[in-house]
């Protein structure tokens, strides 16, 4: 029995061996808002000298999560960023396929950020305003039609009076999902969620229907190619995180929400009415296998990096309250997993 147990405990210390040894790089997928935060992360930490720079894809949060649901092991990444919350479904998925003890950690906040160019006139839209503008459906004198909008001044006489031109963000990014639930499901009339319901569909999903005759444009995951395309064309619209509002202030502006701009205090007191809070999640099992998970954790988690005078706070990250800093940094050295229920 001694020499039984002894071959198992080689066995498997050769297992864990040749597991460590085929990566020694943590790999990141998920969400291209948090993917700046991350990136300077990652290239702090890498320049520290005892692990190598992580390697971080731009996924998209949904795309990222489906990612790092597929399992445990070095084929499949150590963490991935989300602009949004775990989803149920999410959940299942990761249990299913074994992983199962995985730590959360807010990052910070964030204002999703309606912009234009600098070179435009300021202005204040408000979410139904924008809801009109892009959903699949409107009501028009107390009926539900086919989006009939095709210039902003069509839905109301007081904006511009040119085509409707908005860049959105794709199914599988968790922006998408955030503004659905903050703008088009808040802005979307009670007559058009009366006339859903009353056909038996559901109106959450129904109001978040984006139209596809053209003034609703599908940018992709790469949140810079919005930054450049609004740029060049003073009447395109497009929403996105906040630090690329902040790295791009010489060439683009926020528009109003309800009469509110994005700003650090009106993200983290949530007075601005599209603000949300930034994930990431790690894989506990492949902390202590995968070099520098533990540190890299710990780097991301401190006050110097996410804190009020952090350097993530120059890209634009809005730091945490100090009580949710706390719990945040708790979880993060002491690597309380998630329930998956």
């Known amino acids: 029995m001694k020499k039984l147990n002894f071959i198992l405990s080689l066995v498997a210390a050769l297992v ?7 990566r020694d790089q943590i790999k990141i997928v998920g969400s291209s808002t948090v993917y700046p935060y991350a990136t300077v992360v990652a290239e702090r930490f890498g320049q520290g000298g005892k692990f190598k720079t992580p390697v971080i894809e731009s996924t998209g949060t949904g795309g990222g999560m489906k990612i790092f649901c597929e399992g445990v092991g070095v084929n499949h990444p150590d963490i ?78 007081s904006l511009p009076d040119f085509a409707i031109q908005f860049l959105v963000a794709p199914p599988t990014s968790g922006t998408r999902d955030a503004w659905n639930s903050l703008v088009m499901s808040k802005g979307c009339t009670k007559v058009a969620k009366a006339a859903y319901e009353a056909a038996g569909k559901k109106s959450k999903k129904e109001c978040a229907k984006v139209r596809e005759d053209g003034p609703a444009i599908e940018a992709g995951e790469n949140d810079t190619l919005i930054v450049n395309k609004i740029v060049s064309d003073p009447q ?63 780097e991301f988690t401190s006050k110097g990096s996410m804190g009020p005078t952090g350097y993530l706070a120059d890209l634009g990250l809005v730091p945490l309250s100090d009580a949710d800093y706390k719990k945040v940094r708790t979880a993060g050295t002491q690597l309380n997993t998630i329930s998956l229920n």
Request: net charge positive; with cysteine.
């Open 16 to 22: 864990v061996t040749s597991y460590a040894s085929a």
């Open 80 to 157: 991935t960023n989300a602009s949004r919350a775990i989803k149920s479904s999410e959940k299942e998925l990761c249990a299913k396929n074994g992983v199962k003890d995985i730590v959360e950690i807010i990052v910070g906040n964030d204002g999703l950020t309606v912009a234009h160019s600098v070179k435009a006139k300021d202005l204040n839209f408000t979410k139904e305003q924008l809801w009109r503008a892009l959903a699949h459906d409107v009501d028009v004198n107390g009926k539900l039609v086919a989006n009939p909008y095709k210039k902003w001044s069509d839905i109301d006489k």
């Open 236 to 298: 395109a619209f497009g929403y996105f995180g906040y630090s690329y509002l902040i790295a791009n202030q010489d060439k683009i502006k926020a528009a109003k929400v309800d009469g509110k701009l994005p700003t650090l205090a009106s993200i983290q007191d949530y007075s601005y009415g599209i603000a949300r809070p930034l994930f990431f999640y790690v894989k506990k099992a492949h902390i202590g296998v995968i070099p520098g998970m533990k540190e890299f954790l710990a």
